[in-house]
């Protein structure tokens, strides 16, 4: 049934993926763009931009965090949806600065070394986004490790390549429509099962509104929203393909509704928790209502999972052929073609280290606190190289120590408090960092010189 779901599920999304039309290929596969030039619209955008972000590895975090601290722990994991708000009034206001891209902004800014160093936290990024997400899907066709957990994985990433290759951007946001509107429907219906069932008397009860309740991870995420938009080119290419108020509109409405979406997902876990199952948080609760329910949750974690990968696919596509490798005597498309097939290989490898899918966010999280500052003061003309590269480093120093466990730290006695420790000294250090270079060396005495 799940191989079945698989096949007819990718195969109704190739048939839907355009191939390029004659005329501006660039514009179609890069930008999104309709055969005749124009932009897509507001519904278009917003539904792109939320169904990337309900990434399979959300739904799966989001109900493990439901089941272990009930609604503080939905509420935790939706905090990080008020990226959108942060990250479209940033790219609002460098879009009206004249930069067509984040790389153009760092490169006019810091300097071709900054866009380089930002380039190889986004690959970092963007390969965190295939494992992560075939990783929830491969557990619906067998344990962690098993055979076919593992060819399930190769066999989703290599599928939604397949028609991700097709028109790049334009693939991914037709097919992301179309695949927001079945996770929507879906959602609805999976609630109409579990809602009745759910001992909500008890899951009111078990919210513990303290640091080890889950209230510091929601600490983290309202830290981490500053900074963590901006090193997901899934999110912020798609800042840039529409004019401005238009994507501010879709960016805000982005972040409310998927605020929404995950919070609502909690209750997957909350039912679990309540219900007193145990195992797989996703797999046992589908079970536990029947066959209806397991492939209902199957559509929605392949859907959401799908979406995200195909988005960071195009992604990287774009990163190497436009943003890096722009003069490079080649065809753009190819060499986007090419970086996404490398980008599957190496993604779906880290299976085999079976790491955890949680880690892909809260780590990679904390590496990027740095760019907090470069943003917030955007423009600020008197930073330069030094105090980027200061709050830049300071981020990935702290990202490493915490996740090779060599900070001692801690504030409070619950699950992330050495996590919340990190992150606040992390922020600190780097604003600090990043506001005393900038009058030590300012921009103006570097060029000078």
Same mark, same amino acid.
């Given at each position: ?20 039309? +004659? *005329? ?32 399979? =590895? ?26 959108? !708000? ?26 071709? *070394? ?94 513990? #509104? ?15 929203? #500053? ?5 997901? +080119?899934? %999110? ?18 982005? *972040? ?18 309540? $219900? ?52 490079? =005597? ?7 073609? !090419?970086? %996404? ?11 085999? $280290? ?83 270079? $900038? ?11």
């Amino acid at each position: 049934m799940n191989w079945t779901i698989l096949l007819g599920f990718s195969a109704l999304m190739f048939a839907i993926s355009p191939a390029l039309k +004659p *005329g501006n290929q660039l514009a179609q596969f890069f930008g999104a763009k309709r055969e005749d030039g124009s932009e897509i619209g507001l519904k278009t955008l917003t539904s792109s931009l939320l169904i990337s972000w309900i990434f399979a =590895k959300s739904i799966y975090n989001t109900a493990a965090l439901g089941s272990s601290f009930s609604m503080v722990g939905g509420i935790a994991y939706a905090t990080y949806w008020l990226s959108f !708000i942060v990250a479209g009034f940033t790219i609002y206001r460098l879009k009206k600065a004249g930069f067509r891209s984040i790389h153009e902004f760092l490169n006019t800014k810091y300097g071709q *070394g900054a866009t380089w160093l930002f380039s190889f936290i986004l690959v970092f990024r963007l390969w965190n986004e295939i494992w992560s997400n075939t990783m929830v899907v491969g557990q619906f066709f067998g344990s962690n490790g098993s055979s076919s957990f593992i060819m399930a994985t190769w066999a989703t990433t290599g599928l939604v390549l397949l028609y991700s290759l097709k028109s790049g951007l334009r693939s991914s946001i037709l097919t992301d429509v179309i695949q927001m509107g079945l996770t929507t429907f879906l959602l609805l219906l999976l609630l109409g099962f579990i809602l009745p069932k759910t001992d909500m008397t008890m899951a009111m009860a078990n919210n513990n #509104w303290s640091l080890s309740g889950g209230v510091d991870l929601i600490l983290v995420a309202m830290i981490q929203i #500053w900074s963590y938009p901006f090193h997901d +080119p899934v %999110m912020t290419d798609r800042g840039f393909i529409t004019e401005e108020s238009k994507m501010l509109k879709g960016f805000i409405l982005s *972040g409310v509704l998927g605020f929404i979406f995950i919070f609502i997902f909690s209750f997957i876990g909350i039912y679990f928790k309540t $219900a007193n199952l145990e195992g797989n948080v996703i797999i046992e609760t589908a079970k536990s209502f029947g066959v209806i329910v397991v492939i209902i949750m199957n559509v929605i974690m392949l859907s959401s999972a799908s979406s995200t990968i195909d988005s960071t696919f195009t992604s990287i596509g774009k990163l190497i052929s436009i943003d890096l490798f722009s003069n490079i =005597k080649m065809d753009k498309i190819l060499l986007a073609r !090419i970086s %996404m097939i490398t980008l599957a290989i190496l993604g779906n490898i880290m299976i085999h $280290a079976g790491p955890s899918i949680l880690s892909a966010t809260t780590v990679s999280g904390t590496m990027v606190v740095g760019l907090a500052p470069i943003f917030i003061f955007s423009n600020w003309s008197r930073p330069h190289k030094a105090s980027y590269y200061a709050s830049i480093l300071t981020g990935l120093v702290f990202g490493v120590l915490l996740a090779t466990k060599s900070i001692g730290g801690t504030i409070g006695t619950g699950k992330y408090g050495s996590l919340l420790y990190t992150n606040i000294w992390a922020t600190l250090i780097s604003f600090a960092l990043f506001v005393l270079l $900038a009058f030590i060396f300012p921009k103006r005495e570097c060029e000078k010189s």
